[in-house]
T-cell receptor, first 112, second 116 residues
Framework: EAQVTQNPRYLITVTGKKLTVTCSQNMNHEYMSWYRQDPGLGLRQIYYSMNVEVTDKGDVPEGYKVSRKEKRNFPLILESPSPNQTSLYFC???????????FGSGTRLTVV | KQEVTQIPAALSVPEGENLVLNCSFTDSAIYNLQWFRQDPGKGLTSLLLIQSSQREQTSGRLNASLDKSSGRSTLYIAASQPGDSATYLCAVPSNAGGTSYGKLTFGQGTILTVHP
């Protein structure tokens, strides 16, 4: 089944403790992105990647890092999480041409 | 910068009604437009994808239209059911630095409630 897989689904952590949210797609897509969703602010893009080793900032990149060492994986790294990064996070991917975007099931992160 | 607006923000209808959700975008140079459904606290499910060369797409009781020149799309839901209750989001890819498909810009969504 074609899908984007995020892990974990739920995560509670403490301020300053580094964490990684993994994202993997099995569709051989070039483009991958991370979004966060907050009440009243909607979905905002954090980072995106156009291919292996090619990444760029989205609208809200502060406090996040990404890497794209393999085509299928695009982890999101929070080096020193803060409470304002409490949010629902989504990973998405798309290929070239006529495909739309496929989203993962989301990761609900709480930073206390 | 691409901006996407959805109207209405919320809609409450009795079961069986036909309804229309609206989406407008400021930059008409889009490659396609995608409609999603999101249940509370859940992920995004793709409903329909309309390419820039198309006028409409249909899937079951759903029909989406696209008018690029006026920067508008509508999602038509026929014979609504309580199971249709969800948030509906439209999104367009933005052309970032000459690269397509790099960014997806979302509207704020329409929260739909269908009463039995």
């Amino acid at each position: 089944e074609a899908q984007v897989t995020q892990n974990p689904r739920y995560l509670i952590t403490v301020t300053g403790k580094k964490l990684t949210v993994t994202c993997s797609q099995n569709m051989n897509h070039e483009y991958m992105s991370w979004y966060r969703q907050d009440p009243g602010l909607g979905l905002r893009q954090i980072y995106y990647s156009m291919n292996v080793e090619v990444t760029d900032k989205g609208d809200v990149p502060e406090g996040y890092k990404v890497s794209r060492k393999e085509k299928r994986n695009f982890p999101l790294i929070l080096e020193s999480p803060s409470p304002n990064q409490t949010s629902l996070y989504f990973c998405a991917s798309t290929g070239r041409g006529t495909e739309g975007y496929t989203f993962g099931s989301g990761t609900r992160l709480t930073v206390v | 910068k691409q901006e996407v607006t959805q109207i209405p923000a919320a809609l409450s209808v009795p079961e069986g009604e036909n309804l229309v959700l609206n989406c407008s975008f400021t930059d008409s140079a889009i490659y396609n437009l995608q409609w999603f459904r999101q249940d509370p606290g859940k992920g995004l499910t793709s409903l329909l994808l309309i390419q820039s060369s198309q006028r409409e797409q249909t899937s079951g009781r759903l029909n989406a239209s696209l008018d690029k020149s006026s920067g508008r799309s509508t999602l038509y839901i026929a014979a609504s059911q309580p199971g249709d209750s969800a948030t509906y989001l439209c999104a367009v890819p933005s052309n970032a630095g000459g690269t397509s498909y790099g960014k997806l810009t979302f509207g704020q969504g329409t929260i739909l409630t269908v009463h039995p």
